[in-house]
């Protein structure tokens, strides 16, 4: 839900605890509620109820799909500035030039292509919230001006040499290790004590299986398929099944296995056998095949992630978090070999892009 993931909302009958905080102007697809009912989560809503008054910088940890730009929203929801922006930016999507022409702006001229002045998204979200998810993407020359822009309160646009005066509270999410990167030497340690003066980490899915069966529940009666599906039910022993499941893509994975279980079951109620095979039998190998000299280990590489864009539609979000990858090292990929126009849309917009 790093990448925008719909959370569930539970009917008023669930005995379940609910926290909405709806965005000012959503999509009328797009839910930004929060429902749960496991005391991890409790917990969490409880650290956001805490800071979000204040205007310290937040940075929100956890793994891919377990909703940190929702959790982001909330905070701005609750906060002094929740009449203002809320502006979200992916900083692994983008190259290291058009990402600071995206968080900066530009001026006329700067650049080939720059045919008029652009307002960058820090500027756009004046007086509230500016979201940079995946921030340990950052390449060493944005981040120095991103330091600068935290710590004076302003910013210069691509070509310009007038300083832009922005308030803007900052909301950072990574999946990384940060002190490890710092360590590494691929962080700014004065960056990261900047953005994390308070850091709030969000559970896997397989940390709070209490809540699987009401994000089913949700996802099946609530979700983007639902006037196809007229919304299906589960089978006890097919809930049984998905709550044991790992779930290593969390509550990303889960809504897109909800949104196929609705689309092609054949049933009002979804069985056992409905259930794709991997979660039904997660420890059974894959049969490889034997094995093709004539392949190379990037041949088999570039023929893996292609299919796996086609399985998800050209969502490359989704085909990240599945590949084990980071969105970033996907475009690369893409850049490589060539397809990266092919697949800069998708078939079927998902909601995780």
Request: net charge neutral; glycine share 8%; with cysteine.
């Amino acid at each position: 839900m790093s990448e925008n993931t719909n959370a569930p909302v539970l009917p008023a009958s669930q005995n379940s605890r609910q926290m909405m905080w709806q965005n000012p102007a959503p999509k009328p697809a797009e839910s930004k509620t929060i429902v749960y009912q496991s005391e991890a989560m409790n917990q969490l809503m409880k650290m956001v109820e805490r800071v979000a008054p204040s205007q310290a910088n937040i940075l929100v940890l956890g793994e891919s799909g377990t909703g940190k730009e929702l959790i982001a929203h909330a905070i701005h929801e609750k906060s002094t500035r929740k009449n203002r922006p809320f502006v979200a930016i992916n900083c692994g999507a983008l190259r290291e030039t058009l990402l600071e022409s995206e968080l900066f702006g530009h001026e006329k001229g700067s650049f080939t292509g720059a045919y008029q002045k652009k307002i960058g998204l820090a500027e756009a979200a004046n007086g509230g919230t500016l979201f940079l998810d995946e921030i340990g993407e950052l390449a060493p020359g944005v981040q120095a001006k991103l330091l600068r822009f935290l710590q004076e309160g302003e910013i210069y646009r691509v070509g310009g040499k007038d300083p832009v005066q922005v308030d803007v509270r900052v909301i950072c999410a990574t999946n990384r290790d940060l002190e490890k990167e710092v360590a590494q030497g691929h962080f700014r340690e004065d960056l990261f004590y900047r953005i994390n003066t308070i850091a709030i980490s969000v559970p896997p899915l397989r940390r709070r299986k209490e809540d699987i069966s009401v994000l089913i529940t949700h996802f099946l009666t609530a979700g983007g398929y639902q006037n196809l599906s007229h919304g299906r039910t589960m089978d006890p022993e097919a809930l049984k099944v998905m709550i044991a499941y790992e779930w290593p893509g969390n509550i990303r994975e889960l809504q897109n296995v909800c949104e196929r279980l609705q689309i092609l079951s054949e049933g009002h109620v979804i069985m056992v056998g409905d259930l794709p095979e991997h979660i039904r039998n997660p420890e059974q190998k894959d049969q490889t095949g034997e094995y093709d000299p004539s392949m190379t280990l990037g041949e088999l590489e570039k023929r893996f992630i292609i299919k796996a864009l086609n399985y998800f539609d050209g969502n490359k979000t989704q085909a990240a978090n599945a590949l084990g990858i980071t969105i970033k090292t996907l475009y690369n990929k893409l850049h490589e070999y060539g397809e990266f126009e092919k697949f800069a849309v998708h078939t079927r917009p998902g909601k995780q892009e």
